[in-house]
């Protein structure tokens, strides 16, 4: 799965639960739960996924801190946790490819890659998880504001 759809997916998860800790929880648990769907990779060299990758990656960090920025300060705290939370567990990939070590003990990584349901092809599903996550985000933000009015 992109990290973007991670990223999204942990903005639905901050903004439903509004409360950090869990957040941060339940959107580490996400990424996991997600990378089991059948999502977009298998990618045949290391050019072919930085292609991908890169702007992926800074589509997300964009997401994070705009999500971050609409969010109504009652839920800030959950929403960046969240989705803080859903993006950890994609770590391993730019700290094995720039500095050759993953952060996690070995046995979160070889589950990691077991789950993974990845084929080439499936653009469309990893489209589809960004309309759908961020739709829901956003409407749970506006909920979360009119909230906290």
Do not use: C, Y
């Not at 973007?4 to 869990?22: D, E, K, M, Q, Y």
């Not at 050759?100 to 070995?106: A, I, M, T, Y």
């Not at 506006?142 to 009015?149: K, T, Y």
Request: cysteine-free; overall charge positive.
């Amino acid at each position: 799965m992109l990290i973007t759809n991670h990223v999204l997916s942990g903005a639905v998860i901050g903004a439903a639960t509004r409360r950090p800790v869990p957040a941060f929880a339940l959107g580490v648990a996400s990424h996991f739960a997600l990378d089991m769907v059948p999502h977009w990779g298998k990618w045949t060299s290391l050019s072919q996924f930085m292609r991908v990758a890169v702007p992926d990656g800074l589509t997300g960090l964009a997401t994070i801190a705009a999500i971050t920025a609409i969010a109504p300060p009652s839920a800030r705290a959950a929403v960046f946790a969240g989705m803080a939370g859903a993006a950890l567990p994609d770590l391993d990939k730019p700290t094995v490819i720039f500095f050759g070590v993953s952060p996690f003990p070995s046995a979160v990584d070889e589950f990691h890659s077991a789950i993974q349901n990845e084929a080439q092809g499936r653009a469309h599903h990893e489209a589809g998880a960004a309309l759908l996550f961020g739709v829901a985000a956003l409407a749970l933000l506006r909920r979360a504001r009119r909230a906290s009015r």
